[in-house]
Nanobody, 120 residues
């Protein structure tokens, strides 16, 4: 069994900052990449940022220069530091992990989501 548990969402004013975290736990053999996706109200889920086991990062154009993804490999944890937040960043943020379970196959896993609301 593998679980991804997100934390750190909440309400923040425009221009503010927030950090969300995601910890993977369970019978994990290897984590190839972790990332964050978001689903704004009434819209489809979209990529926010990803980071590979080698440390390579990828960002959506809409968050470049404002968001930073990082990881702690020892803790199987990924972070998303969000600065200069805008109302259009309001969404449910989902953690994703591309990993292989011990004695299992490689596939994607998802967290339950954490709400981020940017509003005055």
């Amino acid at each position: 069994q593998v679980q991804l548990v997100e934390s750190g969402g909440g309400l923040v004013q425009p221009g503010g900052s927030l950090r969300v975290s995601c910890a993977a736990s369970g019978s994990i053999a290897s984590i190839y990449a972790m990332g964050w996706y978001r689903q704004p109200p009434g819209k489809q889920r979209e990529l926010v940022a990803t980071i590979t086991s080698g440390g390579s990062t990828n960002y959506a154009n809409s968050v470049k220069g404002r968001f930073t993804i990082s990881r702690d490999s020892a803790k199987n944890t990924v972070y998303l530091q969000m600065n200069s937040l805008k109302p259009e960043d309001t969404a449910v943020y989902y953690c994703n992990a591309d990993l292989q379970r011990t004695f299992g196959v490689r596939r994607d896993y998802w967290g339950q989501g954490t709400q981020v609301t940017v509003s005055s």
